[in-house]
């Protein structure tokens, strides 16, 4: 109790202090009318309030040498173990709030960390009941982890006290765990974090006058996902970090998405857009405060969820009802990403896309090794019919090529034409309505003129102008 009054007291205390220092200094947010919802320039480093709280009310703790402070010096050997690693991140997410640091300057400087923290003693030791028994396995789960976790707090952090307040709810549910597993050091080190939380949330719910910054999203989500693995040591279930996981479930969750998301759209994995959860919920008409407070008690009940599972009690319908229930909210939030490709998936579009896919490049090969105009017609001609055109017309190299399929009707038939070059061309004719997949369209049409590009140079007219071979043949296949 007496650490938890210490670290609310001084996080109080100290955020305005924080606040107005760096908002003299200009180390501020300023607002852009679309991702960014404040209307006046926000001080954004309230990160340096949080980790200065946490650390001091442990250095008040151990100088008035109470019962837990005696605790604490007992396990002093890990906690200057983690303790760099923790302080890197927070440099990390300070040098990015002053100079913006690139993404990938940003992961190496938390992988860093992460591995630190593994060599400290923070070690995922399984996952879903399967142990790791060797440490090139539980190296690359841990950064995943730990990194994962940090960058999910920090892609939170997008409306006034989500990102503070989600981090409130997972800190005071390890606190409870720890509590029943009687996991006295846990406990300790999460109870200054949810007091630091706590008040910090007085000037960051909204209408927030200071954020977190990254040296408070990252250090906030590096934390968690540290004491999420302690406390998977002692957890009494076999599935190893599925509590933990379901405690952080709104923060992991919405960066899973964005990461689905924006590889299904082609977007950088890194690059920010308003495609979060909470961008979605503001979206369909929740004001900012009932955005934060719906999270919040998606989060709570998650949190009750990975208690019931951390007990080892009802574990598999525990974890069927959260599976279920993250579905259902999916749905709710109306991605049309996930929609698109489940019936993709579910209709055989996606099998035959990739066929198509397959057959493009392959027909690419072919062309490409085609040495004359002859032989470019006779790979054209075996493929036009798989890319659903019913017609084709080539002019090419003082020669003309004609081929059409039977039973075609030239009144249902749209064109489109392929200019080679000033005398060059290619024709293709296709019937409106047919079942082949119409998305390899113009990618067929980029690859001709792609490779046209490259071979025409190379060719000579065989034959003058004025007396043109025409090849007309009629193919004998069925649409």
Not at 80 to 89: E, G, R, T
Not at 222 to 236: D, H, I, N, R, Y
Not at 285 to 304: E, N, S, V
Request: aromatic share 10%.
């Amino acid at each position: 109790m007496f650490l938890a009054v210490v670290a609310f007291c001084l996080s109080f205390l100290l955020t305005p202090a924080v606040r107005e220092i760096f908002l003299r200094l200009g180390v501020v947010d300023h607002p852009d009318e679309c991702r960014k919802l404040h209307n006046r320039p926000i001080p954004r480093v309230g990160g340096v309030a949080i980790a200065i709280s946490y650390v001091a009310a442990f250095a008040i703790l151990l100088a008035v040498r109470l019962r837990a402070g005696i605790i604490v010096w007992d396990t002093f050997p890990l906690i200057l173990k983690l303790a760099p690693a923790a302080a890197l991140v927070f440099v990390i997410g300070f040098l990015d709030d002053l100079v913006r640091l690139r993404p990938w300057q940003k992961l190496a400087g938390q992988v860093t960390a992460a591995v630190v923290a593994y060599y400290g003693g923070i070690q995922v030791l399984g996952v879903g009941g399967h142990h790791f028994m060797v440490w090139w396995l539980s190296l690359p789960a841990t950064v995943v982890w730990l990194v994962g976790c940090s960058n999910a707090v920090n892609l939170l952090d997008g409306i006034d006290g989500l990102a503070a307040g989600v981090g409130f709810v997972a800190s005071t549910t390890m606190v409870i765990a720890a509590l029943f597993q009687h996991n006295v050091e846990l406990a300790l080190a999460t109870v200054p974090l949810a007091a630091c939380l706590l008040a910090f949330l007085r000037f960051n719910f909204n209408p927030a006058t200071v954020f977190l910054g990254d040296c408070g999203s990252l250090f906030i989500g590096f934390l968690l996902g540290c004491f999420g693995v302690v406390w998977s040591e002692k957890s009494a279930t076999v599935l190893g970090m599925t509590a933990p996981l379901m405690a952080l479930a709104i923060p992991l969750l919405d960066t899973a998405i964005a990461i689905i998301r924006r590889f299904l759209r082609g977007k950088p994995i890194f690059g920010a857009d308003r495609g979060h959860i909470h961008h979605r919920l503001l979206d369909q008409g929740f004001t900012p405060r009932r955005t934060a407070l719906l999270l919040y008690g998606a989060g709570t009940i998650a949190a009750l969820l990975s208690l019931s599972v951390s007990s080892g009690r009802f574990e598999l319908p525990v974890i069927v009802v959260f599976c279920l229930a993250v579905w259902i909210g999916i749905q709710r939030l109306g991605y049309i990403e996930f929609g698109t490709a489940g019936r993709l998936l579910l209709t055989g579009s996606f099998h035959k896309l990739l066929r198509s896919h397959i057959s493009l490049r392959s027909f690419e090969e072919n062309l490409f090794s085609a040495k004359t105009p002859d032989e470019c017609w006779v790979v054209l001609k075996n493929a036009y019919h798989e890319f659903g055109f019913h017609e084709i017309h080539m002019q090419l190299a003082g020669r003309s090529y004609r081929e059409e399929c039977p039973q075609y009707k030239p009144s249902y038939i749209w064109r489109i034409e392929i200019p080679l070059s000033d005398h060059d061309f290619i024709r293709l004719g296709r019937e409106f309505n047919v079942g082949t997949p119409q998305n390899t369209v113009a990618p067929f049409a980029d690859s001709l003129r792609k490779i046209f590009d490259l071979k025409i140079p190379t060719f000579s007219l065989s034959e003058p102008l004025d007396s043109v071979e025409t090849l007309h043949g009629i193919a004998s296949v069925g649409r």
